[in-house]
């Protein structure tokens, strides 16, 4: 599968803050950034630099800065949210935009209620965010819009993620690399990923 998992120990500690059970609603949140602001780190790392000439207090040199520094974070509401700060933090210069979607009752199919993306989305680098990779029905479909948009670039970045939902990824968008902290077991029959954490978005803002 076309899934990338980074094993970073600081990653892999705070993941396992997250998944108890008596972590707060603070804690989840804080955790929750601070794991997005690392994935955001290791997924940047094959971006392409440029040399340029850079005067320091002793000599001119030459050093490498990004060859495009056009990126945009966009969350799948409303857990998502939960993750740009992290990603801000890290590239305080990024654009970021929204993707809402909700699931047909009937169909079961993600249905598109709100989005809000760059003017120049077609030209950014795009981080697709959501803490929870589960069927995949949701990521697929917001890939699906940004394509439509002429997004050229986009990576789909999770906290956690079952196989079935990476299946899905990789068989409805085959060029679409997915990261992730964690690739666990499975879906239960109620479409929870297992281990998992429960609900990330009820966990981040304290709903149920």
Same mark, same amino acid.
């Not at 056009?70 to 993750?83: E, Y």
């Not at 950014?124 to 890939?143: N, Y």
């Given at each position: 599968?076309?899934?990338?998992?980074?094993?970073?120990?600081? =990653?892999?500690?705070?993941?396992?803050?997250?998944?108890?059970?008596?972590?707060?609603?603070?804690?989840?949140?804080? !955790?929750?950034?601070?794991? $997005?602001? !690392?994935?955001?780190?290791?997924?940047?790392?094959?971006?392409?630099?440029?040399?340029?000439?850079?005067?320091?207090?002793?000599?001119? $040199?030459?050093?490498?800065?990004? *060859?495009?520094?056009?990126?945009? *974070?966009?969350? =799948?509401?409303?857990?998502?949210?939960?993750?740009?700060? /992290?990603?801000?933090?890290?590239?305080?210069? @990024?654009?970021?935009?929204?993707?809402?979607?909700? +699931?047909?009752?009937?169909?079961?199919?993600?249905?598109?209620?709100?989005?809000?993306?760059? $003017?120049?989305?077609?030209?950014?680098?795009?981080?697709?965010?959501?803490?929870?990779?589960?069927?995949?029905?949701? *990521?697929? $479909?917001? @890939?699906?819009?940004?394509?439509?948009?002429?997004?050229?670039? @986009?990576?789909?970045?999770?906290?956690?993620?079952?196989?079935?939902?990476?299946? +899905?990824?990789?068989?409805?968008?085959?060029?679409?690399?997915?990261?992730?902290?964690?690739?666990?077991?499975?879906?239960?029959?109620? /479409?929870?990923?297992?281990?998992?954490?429960? &609900?990330?978005? &009820? +966990? @981040?803002?304290?709903?149920?």
């Amino acid at each position: 599968m076309n899934v990338n998992v980074t094993n970073h120990p600081l =990653i892999q500690h705070k993941l396992a803050i997250m998944r108890r059970t008596d972590t707060g609603c603070k804690e989840f949140r804080e !955790l929750a950034s601070e794991i $997005a602001m !690392l994935l955001c780190y290791e997924i940047t790392r094959d971006l392409e630099t440029k040399e340029v000439d850079v005067t320091t207090p002793l000599v001119t $040199a030459k050093l490498h800065v990004l *060859a495009n520094e056009k990126f945009a *974070a966009v969350p =799948i509401l409303r857990a998502g949210l939960g993750m740009v700060d /992290g990603v801000v933090n890290l590239i305080p210069n @990024i654009k970021v935009g929204h993707i809402g979607l909700y +699931r047909d009752p009937e169909t079961l199919e993600p249905v598109e209620y709100y989005c809000k993306l760059p $003017a120049d989305i077609e030209d950014r680098h795009v981080f697709l965010l959501d803490p929870m990779l589960a069927t995949g029905g949701s *990521a697929s $479909a917001a @890939i699906s819009l940004l394509k439509n948009k002429g997004v050229k670039n @986009i990576k789909c970045v999770n906290i956690i993620a079952a196989p079935e939902g990476v299946q +899905r990824i990789n068989d409805d968008h085959p060029d679409i690399p997915v990261y992730c902290a964690a690739l666990d077991d499975c879906l239960n029959d109620h /479409g929870y990923i297992v281990p998992g954490l429960g &609900d990330a978005g &009820d +966990r @981040i803002f304290g709903t149920k």
